[in-house]
């Protein structure tokens, strides 16, 4: 039992070296408005390059690496602390060599109380602290597996370049995807350093719809006067145990509909502080099949027949539509595209799509038909639909047709010949007695 515990601890030790060891150091775009001139050019701003160097400890040592950039300024090569180890995570570690790097931006951040109503509380009485006389910086980072988000709200006393991270948002669903009907949950989680002077007075949390000009509030949380405000969205939640135990502020979707496809932005306030994220959203929903006149008529050879596939319930719009058939040798040909009609769309915001082929019998070579199938290629997955297609009297046999008339044939010859052979038995005795007569 010892050995179990030791080699426990010493795997934990391990573990918190590992997790320290391997914290990146990300190149970063740094970002500003222009300054001078009265910012008269609208939304200029300046690009830099720079170099964040992340840790979870303020006292490890600086990292030794401040090598190797030329080009980058040396003031704007920073070292972040960051004790959630938010930024340590997997994803932020480019392979050596790796042409794609996680992606990051740092802007200047100006802290002030904000208006909204859900936040207001937190900044009353509305004091400005000496602590927020200090360089902010705000940043976001998105993962190399493009799922994973975050955003900081960094602090370094002015002139510093050692930064520390008061406040991050992150999201492991950056682009989430699902079934309609499905229930969904759009991760979002916040850290904040406790011994923050503005973590004490509360937080708020904001969860925002945005999609092509539409927006809209779906839910807002004030953590100071444990309210929610009013929305007129339905069927969403959060888990406030679990906001309150780990900073887990994910949207939970009881049901997954068209209208809700788009972009979210989970917001995160202290006072004087925000920090968001954003992420997409998109319900997938592959259509159903069914194919017209069913069962198919019977064709005989020269009929052209049309035969439609209808296609419904299906979201996002882009779908393909085709036809194949597979004959009696059970080889599967393409019957091209047939023509599409255009899309209609239901209550539910799902769309509905037709196509029709018209069947030529005697063009194609389909022998005595065979199977008909309406493929359906669709972001949400391949869907098929089969209809058998029978065609009589067809011009030219086939080998068991052939022996089946053979053997027709031969049945019919046979009684044929037991006809003639009762009547021409009797019918040749008397030619015989005739014969005999005549003699
Ligand atoms: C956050 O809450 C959601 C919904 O309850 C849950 O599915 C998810 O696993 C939680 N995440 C964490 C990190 O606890």
Not at 142 to 155: A, P, W, Y
Not at 221 to 233: F, I, M, P, S, V
Request: hydrophobic share 35%; aromatic share 8%.
């Amino acid at each position: 039992m010892k050995d179990i515990s030791t080699i426990y601890k010493l795997s934990v030790v391990a573990a918190i070296c590992f997790i320290q060891g391997k914290c990146p150091v990300l190149e970063c775009w740094f970002v500003q408005e222009k300054a001078g001139r009265g910012g008269g050019l609208t939304g200029a701003t300046t690009q830099e390059k720079s170099l964040l160097h992340i840790r979870t400890d303020a006292g490890s040592s600086s990292p030794e690496t401040h090598q190797a950039h030329s080009d980058i300024n040396p003031s704007r090569v920073y070292v972040i602390t960051d004790p959630a180890a938010t930024l340590c995570h997997q994803s932020f570690k480019a392979p050596k060599g790796s042409v794609k790097k996680p992606q990051c931006e740092v802007n200047p951040f100006l802290p002030q109380p904000s208006s909204l109503r859900w936040v207001s509380s937190l900044t009353e009485p509305a004091l400005s602290p000496i602590y927020l006389q200090a360089d902010w910086f705000s940043a976001s980072f998105q993962g190399l597996d493009e799922q994973l988000g975050v955003s900081t709200i960094t602090r370094a006393p002015t002139g510093s370049t050692e930064h520390e991270v008061i406040l991050s948002v992150t999201s492991k669903t950056m682009s989430a995807k699902t079934r309609l009907g499905e229930p969904v949950t759009l991760d979002c989680g916040f850290w904040a350093d406790s011994s923050s002077p503005l973590y004490t007075s509360g937080f708020a949390v904001e969860w925002r719809y945005q999609t092509r000009g539409d927006g809209r509030l779906v839910l807002a949380y004030d953590g100071k006067t444990d309210r929610l405000a009013d929305t007129h969205e339905e069927g969403v939640t959060l888990d406030f145990e679990g906001l309150y135990k780990r900073g887990n502020a994910s949207l939970i979707l009881e049901e997954a509909k068209v209208r809700h496809s788009g972009t979210y932005i989970c917001t995160v306030y202290l006072p004087y502080l925000m920090a968001q994220v954003a992420m997409d959203l998109e319900v997938v929903e592959p259509p159903s099949l069914s194919i017209h006149p069913s069962p198919l008529p019977l064709a005989v050879p020269g009929q052209t027949i049309n035969i439609h596939c209808d296609a419904s319930g299906f979201a996002p719009l882009h779908l393909e539509l085709s036809w194949e058939f597979k004959g009696a040798d059970g080889k599967s040909r393409s019957l091209g595209a047939g023509s599409m009609s255009g899309h209609r769309q239901a209550w539910d915001l799902t769309y509905s799509q037709r196509t029709r082929l018209e069947l030529d019998t005697s063009k194609l070579d389909l022998g005595r038909g065979g199977e008909v199938t309406c493929v359906a290629v669709h972001a949400g997955g391949t869907r098929r639909a089969s209809m058998t297609l029978s065609i009589i009297g067809f011009s030219s046999p086939s080998i068991e047709d052939s022996m089946a008339m053979v053997g027709v044939a031969l049945v019919l010859y046979g009684l044929i010949k037991f006809v003639s052979w009762t009547f021409t038995g009797s019918g040749s005795d008397k030619t015989d007695e005739q014969d005999k007569v005549s003699k």
